[in-house]
Protein backbone atom coordinates (compact mmCIF):
# COMPACT_ATOMS: atom_id res chain seq x y z
CA UNK A 1 0.00 0.00 0.00
CA UNK A 2 2.53 2.39 0.74
CA UNK A 3 4.73 1.87 -2.45
CA UNK A 4 1.01 2.25 -4.32
CA UNK A 5 0.84 5.34 -2.41
CA UNK A 6 4.30 6.75 -3.38
CA UNK A 7 3.57 5.78 -6.92
CA UNK A 8 -0.01 7.43 -7.40
CA UNK A 9 1.73 10.72 -5.23
CA UNK A 10 4.61 10.04 -8.42
CA UNK A 11 1.85 10.33 -11.28
CA UNK A 12 0.40 13.44 -9.55
CA UNK A 13 3.46 15.52 -8.98
CA UNK A 14 4.65 15.00 -12.40
CA UNK A 15 1.52 15.61 -14.14
CA UNK A 16 1.35 19.25 -12.37
CA UNK A 17 4.55 19.63 -13.89
CA UNK A 18 4.15 19.13 -17.54
CA UNK A 19 6.12 15.24 -17.48
CA UNK A 20 4.97 12.15 -19.11
CA UNK A 21 2.72 9.96 -16.90
CA UNK A 22 3.39 6.64 -16.02
CA UNK A 23 0.71 4.03 -16.61
CA UNK A 24 -0.73 2.49 -13.19
CA UNK A 25 -0.34 -0.69 -12.71
CA UNK A 26 -3.08 -2.18 -10.84
CA UNK A 27 -2.27 -5.17 -7.61
CA UNK A 28 -2.95 -8.57 -8.58
CA UNK A 29 -1.51 -11.90 -8.26
CA UNK A 30 0.88 -11.44 -10.98
CA UNK A 31 -1.30 -10.42 -13.66
CA UNK A 32 -0.86 -6.67 -14.76
CA UNK A 33 -4.00 -4.98 -16.38
CA UNK A 34 -3.19 -3.20 -19.15
CA UNK A 35 -4.31 0.19 -20.35
CA UNK A 36 -5.80 2.02 -22.83
CA UNK A 37 -3.83 3.94 -24.92
CA UNK A 38 -3.68 7.53 -24.67
CA UNK A 39 -5.27 9.77 -26.88
CA UNK A 40 -5.22 13.57 -27.59
CA UNK A 41 -8.19 15.60 -26.79
CA UNK A 42 -8.03 19.16 -27.35
CA UNK A 43 -6.71 21.77 -24.68
CA UNK A 44 -9.22 23.46 -22.56
CA UNK A 45 -8.44 26.28 -20.12
CA UNK A 46 -9.01 25.18 -17.00
CA UNK A 47 -8.75 21.17 -17.03
CA UNK A 48 -6.74 20.16 -13.86
CA UNK A 49 -4.57 17.20 -14.10
CA UNK A 50 -6.40 13.72 -12.23
CA UNK A 51 -6.44 13.65 -8.58
CA UNK A 52 -6.80 10.33 -7.12
CA UNK A 53 -4.68 7.88 -7.64
CA UNK A 54 -7.26 4.97 -7.55
CA UNK A 55 -8.68 6.30 -10.98
CA UNK A 56 -7.61 5.43 -14.71
CA UNK A 57 -6.80 8.36 -16.61
CA UNK A 58 -8.95 9.51 -18.55
CA UNK A 59 -8.78 11.98 -21.81
CA UNK A 60 -10.08 15.19 -19.89
CA UNK A 61 -6.60 14.65 -17.64
CA UNK A 62 -4.61 14.00 -20.77
CA UNK A 63 -5.21 16.89 -22.11
CA UNK A 64 -4.47 18.58 -18.97
CA UNK A 65 -0.85 16.84 -19.63
CA UNK A 66 -0.97 18.28 -23.23
CA UNK A 67 -1.05 21.47 -21.95
CA UNK A 68 2.43 21.83 -22.39
CA UNK A 69 5.19 21.54 -25.10
CA UNK A 70 5.89 18.21 -24.42
CA UNK A 71 3.62 15.31 -25.25
CA UNK A 72 3.74 11.56 -24.47
CA UNK A 73 1.76 8.76 -26.02
CA UNK A 74 1.20 5.34 -24.74
CA UNK A 75 2.00 2.06 -26.20
CA UNK A 76 -0.30 -0.64 -26.33
CA UNK A 77 1.56 -2.80 -23.72
CA UNK A 78 1.95 -0.11 -21.60
CA UNK A 79 5.36 1.11 -22.54
CA UNK A 80 6.17 5.17 -22.97
CA UNK A 81 7.23 5.83 -26.00
CA UNK A 82 9.59 8.47 -26.45
CA UNK A 83 8.22 12.20 -25.98
CA UNK A 84 7.24 14.17 -29.24
CA UNK A 85 8.55 17.75 -28.69
CA UNK A 86 6.08 20.64 -30.48
CA UNK A 87 7.80 23.57 -30.98
CA UNK A 88 5.97 27.10 -29.88
CA UNK A 89 4.14 29.00 -31.99
CA UNK A 90 6.16 31.84 -33.25
CA UNK A 91 5.09 35.28 -33.48
CA UNK A 92 4.20 36.61 -36.83
CA UNK A 93 7.34 38.58 -37.02
CA UNK A 94 8.98 35.46 -37.32
CA UNK A 95 7.98 34.23 -40.38
CA UNK A 96 10.62 36.18 -42.63
CA UNK A 97 12.02 34.88 -45.65
CA UNK A 98 15.47 33.21 -46.73
CA UNK A 99 17.95 35.30 -48.38
CA UNK A 100 17.65 34.97 -52.06
CA UNK A 101 13.87 34.01 -51.46
CA UNK A 102 11.66 35.99 -54.12
CA UNK A 103 7.99 34.51 -52.77
CA UNK A 104 5.59 36.87 -52.46
CA UNK A 105 6.15 37.46 -48.52
CA UNK A 106 9.25 39.56 -49.51
CA UNK A 107 8.18 41.56 -51.91
CA UNK A 108 7.90 45.56 -51.68
CA UNK A 109 5.12 47.41 -53.13
CA UNK A 110 5.55 50.11 -55.80
CA UNK A 111 4.27 52.61 -53.49
CA UNK A 112 6.67 51.12 -50.45
CA UNK A 113 9.41 51.49 -52.69
CA UNK A 114 8.58 55.03 -53.66
CA UNK A 115 7.93 56.46 -50.47
CA UNK A 116 11.49 55.22 -49.32
CA UNK A 117 13.02 56.82 -51.97
CA UNK A 118 11.55 59.74 -51.74
CA UNK A 119 13.22 60.14 -48.22
CA UNK A 120 16.65 60.34 -49.43
CA UNK A 121 15.24 63.58 -51.59
CA UNK A 122 16.09 66.34 -49.30
CA UNK A 123 19.77 65.62 -47.82
CA UNK A 124 20.21 65.27 -52.35
CA UNK A 125 18.55 68.29 -53.06
CA UNK A 126 20.60 70.32 -50.34
CA UNK A 127 23.54 68.36 -50.77
CA UNK A 128 23.54 69.22 -55.19
CA UNK A 129 23.45 72.88 -54.64
CA UNK A 130 26.06 72.53 -51.58
CA UNK A 131 28.44 71.00 -54.14
CA UNK A 132 27.72 73.18 -57.10
CA UNK A 133 27.30 76.21 -55.66
CA UNK A 134 28.98 76.33 -52.08
CA UNK A 135 32.38 77.12 -53.53
CA UNK A 136 30.87 79.43 -55.56
CA UNK A 137 28.86 81.57 -52.75
CA UNK A 138 31.88 81.50 -50.25
CA UNK A 139 34.24 83.25 -52.69
CA UNK A 140 32.42 85.40 -55.11
CA UNK A 141 29.46 86.14 -52.96
CA UNK A 142 30.71 86.19 -49.12
CA UNK A 143 33.88 86.61 -50.18
CA UNK A 144 35.62 85.17 -47.98
CA UNK A 145 39.66 84.27 -48.75
CA UNK A 146 40.34 80.99 -50.04
CA UNK A 147 42.31 79.66 -47.21
CA UNK A 148 39.20 80.60 -44.94
CA UNK A 149 37.13 78.77 -48.06
CA UNK A 150 39.36 75.74 -47.35
CA UNK A 151 38.66 75.65 -43.44
CA UNK A 152 35.31 75.66 -44.30
CA UNK A 153 34.84 72.75 -46.34
CA UNK A 154 36.94 70.71 -44.71
CA UNK A 155 36.19 71.55 -41.57
CA UNK A 156 32.06 70.62 -42.47
CA UNK A 157 33.09 67.39 -44.06
CA UNK A 158 35.10 66.32 -41.08
CA UNK A 159 32.00 66.83 -38.97
CA UNK A 160 30.01 65.28 -41.04
CA UNK A 161 32.17 62.36 -40.81
CA UNK A 162 33.00 62.29 -37.23
CA UNK A 163 29.27 62.67 -37.02
CA UNK A 164 29.06 58.68 -38.44
CA UNK A 165 30.47 56.70 -35.87
CA UNK A 166 28.91 58.59 -33.21
CA UNK A 167 25.14 58.33 -35.25
CA UNK A 168 25.58 54.73 -35.04
CA UNK A 169 26.64 54.44 -31.40
CA UNK A 170 23.16 56.22 -30.77
CA UNK A 171 21.28 54.53 -32.81
CA UNK A 172 22.32 50.85 -31.56
CA UNK A 173 22.05 51.97 -28.05
CA UNK A 174 18.66 53.53 -28.92
CA UNK A 175 15.27 51.21 -27.83
CA UNK A 176 12.49 50.45 -30.67
CA UNK A 177 9.18 53.11 -30.62
CA UNK A 178 6.03 52.16 -32.27
CA UNK A 179 7.28 53.54 -35.05
CA UNK A 180 10.55 51.80 -35.60
CA UNK A 181 14.45 52.05 -34.35
CA UNK A 182 15.22 53.91 -37.22
CA UNK A 183 12.46 56.10 -38.13
CA UNK A 184 12.65 58.17 -35.19
CA UNK A 185 16.42 59.78 -35.78
CA UNK A 186 14.93 60.81 -38.99
CA UNK A 187 12.07 62.20 -37.81
CA UNK A 188 13.99 64.15 -35.41
CA UNK A 189 16.83 65.78 -37.29
CA UNK A 190 14.11 67.06 -39.82
CA UNK A 191 13.13 70.44 -38.59
CA UNK A 192 17.37 71.44 -37.31
CA UNK A 193 18.72 70.30 -40.40
CA UNK A 194 16.30 72.56 -42.74
CA UNK A 195 17.12 75.51 -40.48
CA UNK A 196 20.91 74.78 -40.95
CA UNK A 197 20.88 74.30 -44.35
CA UNK A 198 18.60 78.23 -44.58
CA UNK A 199 21.24 79.95 -42.43
CA UNK A 200 24.22 78.27 -45.01
CA UNK A 201 23.35 80.53 -47.75
CA UNK A 202 22.67 83.86 -45.32
CA UNK A 203 24.98 86.60 -45.96
CA UNK A 204 25.26 88.14 -41.98
CA UNK A 205 25.65 92.00 -41.93
CA UNK A 206 29.27 91.54 -40.18
CA UNK A 207 32.47 90.82 -42.52
CA UNK A 208 35.20 90.19 -40.50
CA UNK A 209 33.75 86.37 -39.06
CA UNK A 210 31.80 85.61 -41.68
CA UNK A 211 34.73 82.46 -42.11
CA UNK A 212 33.96 81.41 -38.53
CA UNK A 213 29.94 81.84 -38.84
CA UNK A 214 30.22 79.58 -42.47
CA UNK A 215 32.75 76.90 -40.76
CA UNK A 216 30.15 76.91 -37.73
CA UNK A 217 26.90 76.39 -39.95
CA UNK A 218 28.63 74.32 -42.51
CA UNK A 219 29.97 72.18 -39.53
CA UNK A 220 26.20 71.53 -37.97
CA UNK A 221 24.62 71.20 -41.06
CA UNK A 222 26.90 68.46 -41.99
CA UNK A 223 26.88 66.77 -38.44
CA UNK A 224 22.31 66.71 -38.69
CA UNK A 225 22.83 65.32 -42.30
CA UNK A 226 24.86 62.39 -41.29
CA UNK A 227 22.23 61.87 -38.64
CA UNK A 228 19.71 61.69 -40.98
CA UNK A 229 21.65 60.02 -43.44
CA UNK A 230 23.06 56.78 -41.27
CA UNK A 231 19.53 55.90 -40.17
CA UNK A 232 17.75 56.32 -43.65
CA UNK A 233 20.49 54.09 -45.27
CA UNK A 234 20.72 51.59 -42.73
CA UNK A 235 16.73 51.15 -43.30
CA UNK A 236 17.35 48.96 -46.22
CA UNK A 237 18.39 46.13 -44.58
CA UNK A 238 15.11 46.59 -42.82
CA UNK A 239 12.85 46.65 -45.51
CA UNK A 240 12.73 43.22 -46.40
CA UNK A 241 15.14 39.88 -46.17
CA UNK A 242 15.37 39.28 -49.94
CA UNK A 243 18.66 40.67 -51.41
CA UNK A 244 16.49 41.12 -54.63
CA UNK A 245 14.41 43.25 -53.36
CA UNK A 246 17.02 45.15 -51.85
CA UNK A 247 18.69 45.58 -54.50
CA UNK A 248 15.54 46.94 -56.49
CA UNK A 249 14.95 49.18 -53.69
CA UNK A 250 18.59 50.68 -53.71
CA UNK A 251 17.66 51.36 -57.41
CA UNK A 252 14.28 53.22 -56.52
CA UNK A 253 16.13 55.07 -54.11
CA UNK A 254 19.05 55.95 -56.18
CA UNK A 255 16.85 57.46 -59.15
CA UNK A 256 14.85 59.23 -56.40
CA UNK A 257 17.86 60.58 -55.03
CA UNK A 258 19.39 61.35 -58.45
CA UNK A 259 16.16 63.45 -59.01
CA UNK A 260 16.51 65.35 -56.39
CA UNK A 261 19.95 66.37 -56.99
CA UNK A 262 18.64 67.01 -60.45
CA UNK A 263 15.90 69.31 -58.81
CA UNK A 264 18.72 70.81 -56.06
CA UNK A 265 21.06 71.71 -58.41
CA UNK A 266 18.46 72.85 -61.56
CA UNK A 267 16.52 75.02 -58.94
CA UNK A 268 19.04 76.49 -57.05
CA UNK A 269 21.19 77.38 -60.04
CA UNK A 270 18.42 79.12 -62.22
CA UNK A 271 17.10 81.47 -58.44
CA UNK A 272 20.57 82.20 -58.12
CA UNK A 273 22.02 82.86 -61.94
CA UNK A 274 21.17 86.44 -61.81
CA UNK A 275 23.77 86.97 -59.37
CA UNK A 276 26.73 85.29 -61.53
CA UNK A 277 25.47 86.62 -64.83
CA UNK A 278 28.06 88.06 -67.34
CA UNK A 279 26.97 91.70 -66.67
CA UNK A 280 28.44 91.54 -63.19
CA UNK A 281 31.26 92.43 -64.76
CA UNK A 282 30.34 94.51 -67.49
CA UNK A 283 28.46 97.11 -64.91
CA UNK A 284 31.87 97.96 -63.85
CA UNK A 285 35.57 98.83 -65.31
CA UNK A 286 37.33 99.00 -61.87
CA UNK A 287 39.53 95.76 -61.52
CA UNK A 288 40.03 93.74 -58.07
CA UNK A 289 36.55 93.02 -56.05
CA UNK A 290 32.95 93.72 -57.16
CA UNK A 291 30.41 94.83 -54.75
CA UNK A 292 27.38 92.30 -53.83
CA UNK A 293 24.46 93.79 -55.03
CA UNK A 294 21.40 93.32 -52.78
CA UNK A 295 19.87 91.34 -55.54
CA UNK A 296 22.22 88.79 -54.83
CA UNK A 297 21.61 88.17 -51.01
CA UNK A 298 17.96 87.85 -51.88
CA UNK A 299 18.31 85.19 -54.21
CA UNK A 300 20.23 82.96 -52.40
CA UNK A 301 17.90 83.27 -49.68
CA UNK A 302 15.00 82.64 -51.65
CA UNK A 303 16.89 79.06 -52.89
CA UNK A 304 17.60 78.47 -49.34
CA UNK A 305 14.06 78.62 -48.41
CA UNK A 306 13.20 76.31 -51.16
CA UNK A 307 15.96 73.48 -49.84
CA UNK A 308 14.55 73.62 -46.53
CA UNK A 309 11.13 73.39 -47.06
CA UNK A 310 11.90 69.44 -49.15
CA UNK A 311 13.13 68.09 -45.80
CA UNK A 312 9.71 68.28 -44.04
CA UNK A 313 7.49 67.45 -47.06
CA UNK A 314 9.85 64.30 -48.04
CA UNK A 315 10.59 62.96 -44.29
CA UNK A 316 6.52 62.78 -43.96
CA UNK A 317 5.86 61.07 -46.91
CA UNK A 318 8.68 58.41 -46.08
CA UNK A 319 6.88 58.24 -42.58
CA UNK A 320 3.48 57.49 -44.10
CA UNK A 321 4.82 55.11 -47.04
CA UNK A 322 7.28 52.51 -45.13
CA UNK A 323 7.04 50.59 -42.23
CA UNK A 324 10.27 49.33 -40.72
CA UNK A 325 10.32 45.18 -40.55
CA UNK A 326 11.10 44.36 -36.80
CA UNK A 327 13.17 41.92 -35.92
CA UNK A 328 12.54 38.57 -35.20
CA UNK A 329 15.16 36.81 -33.88
CA UNK A 330 15.56 35.68 -30.55
CA UNK A 331 19.16 37.30 -30.23
CA UNK A 332 17.60 40.52 -30.14
CA UNK A 333 17.07 40.45 -26.82
CA UNK A 334 20.34 39.45 -25.32
CA UNK A 335 23.69 41.30 -25.48
CA UNK A 336 25.76 41.66 -28.64
CA UNK A 337 29.06 42.78 -29.67
CA UNK A 338 29.56 46.82 -28.39
CA UNK A 339 30.30 49.47 -30.99
CA UNK A 340 33.99 49.65 -30.83
CA UNK A 341 34.17 45.69 -30.68
CA UNK A 342 31.56 45.66 -33.85
CA UNK A 343 33.32 48.36 -35.56
CA UNK A 344 37.53 46.49 -35.22
CA UNK A 345 35.60 43.35 -36.79
CA UNK A 346 34.36 45.50 -39.90
CA UNK A 347 37.46 46.99 -40.70
CA UNK A 348 39.53 43.79 -40.12
CA UNK A 349 36.44 42.23 -43.01
CA UNK A 350 39.22 42.31 -46.31
CA UNK A 351 36.26 42.72 -48.63
CA UNK A 352 34.60 45.33 -46.50
CA UNK A 353 38.15 47.04 -46.15
CA UNK A 354 38.91 46.79 -50.37
CA UNK A 355 35.50 48.18 -51.08
CA UNK A 356 35.99 51.42 -48.84
CA UNK A 357 39.62 51.95 -50.34
CA UNK A 358 38.74 51.40 -53.72
CA UNK A 359 35.24 54.10 -53.28
CA UNK A 360 37.07 56.24 -51.41
CA UNK A 361 39.18 57.52 -54.69
CA UNK A 362 36.62 57.16 -56.61
CA UNK A 363 34.10 59.36 -54.49
CA UNK A 364 36.94 61.69 -53.98
CA UNK A 365 37.62 62.22 -57.85
CA UNK A 366 33.49 63.17 -58.44
CA UNK A 367 33.41 65.84 -55.52
CA UNK A 368 36.52 67.13 -56.96
CA UNK A 369 34.77 67.01 -60.46
CA UNK A 370 31.47 68.74 -58.83
CA UNK A 371 32.81 71.11 -56.94
CA UNK A 372 35.33 73.27 -59.59
CA UNK A 373 33.06 72.49 -62.40
CA UNK A 374 31.18 76.02 -62.07
CA UNK A 375 34.60 77.52 -61.33
CA UNK A 376 36.03 76.17 -64.10
CA UNK A 377 33.59 77.29 -66.48
CA UNK A 378 33.15 80.86 -64.73
CA UNK A 379 36.97 81.75 -64.37
CA UNK A 380 38.68 78.92 -66.44
CA UNK A 381 36.51 79.30 -69.94
CA UNK A 382 34.28 81.24 -71.82
CA UNK A 383 31.74 78.72 -70.85
CA UNK A 384 30.04 81.23 -67.83
CA UNK A 385 27.01 81.16 -69.68
CA UNK A 386 26.55 77.51 -70.41
CA UNK A 387 26.84 76.70 -66.62
CA UNK A 388 23.30 75.83 -65.98
CA UNK A 389 23.39 73.43 -68.83
CA UNK A 390 25.65 71.49 -68.61
CA UNK A 391 24.97 70.92 -64.54
CA UNK A 392 21.27 69.86 -65.67
CA UNK A 393 22.59 67.66 -68.80
CA UNK A 394 24.48 65.74 -65.99
CA UNK A 395 22.21 65.17 -63.70
CA UNK A 396 19.28 64.06 -66.28
CA UNK A 397 22.30 61.99 -67.91
CA UNK A 398 22.70 60.43 -64.40
CA UNK A 399 19.33 60.17 -63.84
CA UNK A 400 18.34 58.56 -67.03
CA UNK A 401 21.38 56.27 -66.84
CA UNK A 402 20.26 54.91 -63.30
CA UNK A 403 17.57 52.10 -64.58
CA UNK A 404 20.08 51.10 -67.41
CA UNK A 405 22.70 50.33 -64.53
CA UNK A 406 20.48 48.57 -63.05
CA UNK A 407 20.08 46.26 -65.54
CA UNK A 408 23.36 46.23 -66.09
CA UNK A 409 24.55 44.73 -62.60
CA UNK A 410 21.85 42.20 -63.11
CA UNK A 411 22.65 41.33 -66.21
CA UNK A 412 27.05 41.23 -66.15
CA UNK A 413 27.75 41.59 -62.52
CA UNK A 414 28.74 44.11 -60.14
CA UNK A 415 32.11 43.74 -60.94
CA UNK A 416 31.98 44.62 -64.67
CA UNK A 417 29.84 47.58 -64.19
CA UNK A 418 32.60 49.20 -62.69
CA UNK A 419 34.13 49.88 -66.05
CA UNK A 420 31.13 52.42 -66.42
CA UNK A 421 33.03 54.78 -64.26
CA UNK A 422 36.22 54.89 -66.51
CA UNK A 423 34.49 56.70 -69.06
CA UNK A 424 34.91 59.79 -67.07
CA UNK A 425 38.44 59.68 -67.00
CA UNK A 426 39.41 61.01 -71.25
CA UNK A 427 36.42 62.86 -71.13
CA UNK A 428 37.64 65.12 -68.18
CA UNK A 429 40.89 65.39 -69.29
CA UNK A 430 39.59 66.67 -73.49
CA UNK A 431 37.44 69.21 -71.25
CA UNK A 432 40.53 70.52 -69.82
CA UNK A 433 42.57 70.47 -73.29
CA UNK A 434 39.64 72.03 -75.54
CA UNK A 435 37.07 73.74 -72.93
CA UNK A 436 34.42 74.40 -76.15
CA UNK A 437 30.83 74.41 -75.83
CA UNK A 438 30.80 71.18 -78.26
CA UNK A 439 33.08 69.22 -76.13
CA UNK A 440 31.68 70.54 -72.34
CA UNK A 441 28.33 68.91 -73.65
CA UNK A 442 29.44 65.75 -74.49
CA UNK A 443 31.83 65.51 -71.62
CA UNK A 444 29.00 66.82 -69.11
CA UNK A 445 26.56 63.76 -70.89
CA UNK A 446 29.05 60.67 -70.17
CA UNK A 447 30.32 62.35 -66.72
CA UNK A 448 26.46 61.93 -66.02
CA UNK A 449 26.44 57.93 -66.78
CA UNK A 450 29.97 57.80 -65.23
CA UNK A 451 28.14 59.59 -61.94
CA UNK A 452 25.18 57.38 -61.49
CA UNK A 453 27.42 54.04 -61.43
CA UNK A 454 30.00 55.14 -59.22
CA UNK A 455 26.55 56.39 -57.03
CA UNK A 456 24.61 53.28 -57.01
CA UNK A 457 27.68 50.62 -57.62
CA UNK A 458 29.00 51.06 -53.65
CA UNK A 459 24.70 51.03 -52.39
CA UNK A 460 24.42 47.85 -53.77
CA UNK A 461 27.80 45.75 -53.18
CA UNK A 462 27.62 47.21 -49.25
CA UNK A 463 24.58 44.62 -48.49
CA UNK A 464 26.48 41.76 -50.04
CA UNK A 465 29.59 42.37 -48.41
CA UNK A 466 27.49 42.46 -44.81
CA UNK A 467 25.68 39.33 -45.73
CA UNK A 468 29.26 37.51 -46.31
CA UNK A 469 30.56 39.08 -42.92
CA UNK A 470 27.53 37.89 -41.18
CA UNK A 471 28.13 33.98 -43.00
CA UNK A 472 31.62 34.29 -41.30
CA UNK A 473 31.12 35.64 -37.74
CA UNK A 474 28.07 34.42 -36.06
CA UNK A 475 28.00 37.32 -33.28
CA UNK A 476 24.22 37.72 -32.50
CA UNK A 477 22.85 41.07 -33.64
CA UNK A 478 23.71 42.61 -36.71
CA UNK A 479 26.19 45.26 -37.38
CA UNK A 480 24.64 46.79 -40.18
CA UNK A 481 24.21 50.30 -38.58
CA UNK A 482 28.05 49.81 -38.11
CA UNK A 483 29.01 49.22 -41.89
CA UNK A 484 26.96 51.81 -43.27
CA UNK A 485 28.18 54.80 -41.07
CA UNK A 486 31.57 53.61 -41.28
CA UNK A 487 31.49 53.92 -44.61
CA UNK A 488 30.17 57.05 -45.22
CA UNK A 489 32.43 58.20 -42.64
CA UNK A 490 35.87 57.14 -44.66
CA UNK A 491 33.97 58.52 -47.96
CA UNK A 492 33.17 62.06 -46.30
CA UNK A 493 36.61 61.84 -45.05
CA UNK A 494 38.23 61.82 -48.75
CA UNK A 495 36.23 64.11 -49.75
CA UNK A 496 37.35 66.56 -46.95
CA UNK A 497 41.21 65.98 -47.42
CA UNK A 498 40.39 66.41 -51.54
CA UNK A 499 38.57 69.31 -50.94
CA UNK A 500 40.61 71.04 -48.73
CA UNK A 501 43.81 70.56 -49.90
CA UNK A 502 42.32 72.05 -54.11
CA UNK A 503 40.74 74.92 -52.32
CA UNK A 504 44.27 75.71 -50.35
CA UNK A 505 45.74 75.09 -53.60
CA UNK A 506 43.71 77.62 -55.42
CA UNK A 507 44.78 80.70 -52.45
CA UNK A 508 47.94 79.73 -53.73
CA UNK A 509 47.94 80.35 -57.15
CA UNK A 510 46.54 83.57 -55.86
CA UNK A 511 42.58 83.60 -55.84
CA UNK A 512 41.05 86.81 -55.82
CA UNK A 513 37.25 86.74 -54.27
CA UNK A 514 35.11 88.52 -56.14
CA UNK A 515 37.40 89.41 -59.22
CA UNK A 516 35.85 89.14 -62.46
CA UNK A 517 39.56 88.26 -64.25
CA UNK A 518 42.05 85.37 -62.41
CA UNK A 519 45.41 85.30 -63.24
CA UNK A 520 47.29 82.34 -65.32
CA UNK A 521 47.96 80.63 -62.34
CA UNK A 522 44.40 80.46 -61.27
CA UNK A 523 43.15 79.21 -64.75
CA UNK A 524 46.14 76.27 -64.56
CA UNK A 525 45.18 75.38 -61.25
CA UNK A 526 41.42 75.18 -62.14
CA UNK A 527 42.61 72.89 -65.56
CA UNK A 528 44.49 70.48 -63.53
CA UNK A 529 41.31 70.29 -60.67
CA UNK A 530 39.20 69.44 -63.52
CA UNK A 531 40.75 67.09 -65.10
CA UNK A 532 44.32 65.34 -63.93
CA UNK A 533 43.07 64.82 -60.53
CA UNK A 534 39.75 63.17 -60.85
CA UNK A 535 41.57 60.85 -63.64
CA UNK A 536 44.31 59.72 -61.36
CA UNK A 537 41.79 58.97 -58.19
CA UNK A 538 39.80 56.83 -60.53
CA UNK A 539 42.30 54.90 -62.20
CA UNK A 540 43.85 54.12 -58.20
CA UNK A 541 40.08 52.97 -57.16
CA UNK A 542 39.33 51.13 -60.30
CA UNK A 543 42.91 49.06 -59.47
CA UNK A 544 41.86 48.54 -56.28
CA UNK A 545 38.22 47.26 -56.85
CA UNK A 546 39.45 44.79 -59.76
CA UNK A 547 42.02 43.07 -57.69
CA UNK A 548 40.07 42.63 -54.86
CA UNK A 549 38.06 39.34 -54.44
CA UNK A 550 33.90 39.58 -54.79
CA UNK A 551 31.81 39.27 -51.74
CA UNK A 552 29.67 36.06 -52.29
CA UNK A 553 26.37 36.63 -52.05
CA UNK A 554 24.64 33.91 -49.50
CA UNK A 555 21.84 31.50 -50.96
CA UNK A 556 19.41 29.52 -49.58
CA UNK A 557 22.36 27.07 -48.00
CA UNK A 558 23.23 29.63 -45.86
CA UNK A 559 19.35 31.28 -44.78
CA UNK A 560 19.33 29.63 -41.75
CA UNK A 561 22.48 31.38 -40.29
CA UNK A 562 21.21 34.87 -42.15
CA UNK A 563 17.95 34.63 -41.49
CA UNK A 564 17.91 36.46 -38.54
CA UNK A 565 20.41 39.42 -38.94
CA UNK A 566 18.24 42.29 -39.20
CA UNK A 567 18.84 43.80 -35.74
CA UNK A 568 20.68 47.04 -34.63
CA UNK A 569 20.64 46.58 -30.78
CA UNK A 570 24.26 45.92 -29.92
CA UNK A 571 24.82 46.96 -26.40
Not at 81 to 87: N, S, Y
Not at 144 to 172: E, R, Y
Not at 216 to 243: D, E, K, N, R
Amino acid sequence: MWALAFFTLGNRTRALRGFPVSPRVAPGPGRARQPAPLRAAPSRPGSRPPRGGGRAITPRATAAVRVQPCAMAVSPEGTPAPPVETPPPLPPEAHTLEPGSDSGAGRLSFCTKVCYGIGGVPNQVASSAIAFYLQLFLLDVAQIPAAQVSLVLFGGKVSGAAADPLAGFFINRSRRTGSGRLMPWVLGCTPFIAVASFFLWFLPPFTSLRGLWYTALYCLFQALATFFQVPYTALTMLLTPSPRERDSATVYRMTLEMAGTLMGATVHGLIVSGAHGSHRCKETALPGQVAVSPNATRLYCIAATVVAVTYPVCSSLLCLGVKERPDASPQASGQGLSFLAGLRLTVRHPPYLKLVISFLFISAAVQVEQSYLVLFCTHASRLHDHVQSLVLTILVSAVLSTPMWEWVLQRFGKRMSAFGIFGMVPFAILLAAVPTAPVAYVVAFVSGVSIAVSLLLPWSMLPDVVDEFQLQHQHGPGLETIFYSSYVFFTKLSGAGALGISTLSLDFAGYEPGACKQAEQVVVTLKVLIGAVPTCMILIGLCILMVSPAAKVPGRTSSRSLGRRTSYSLA
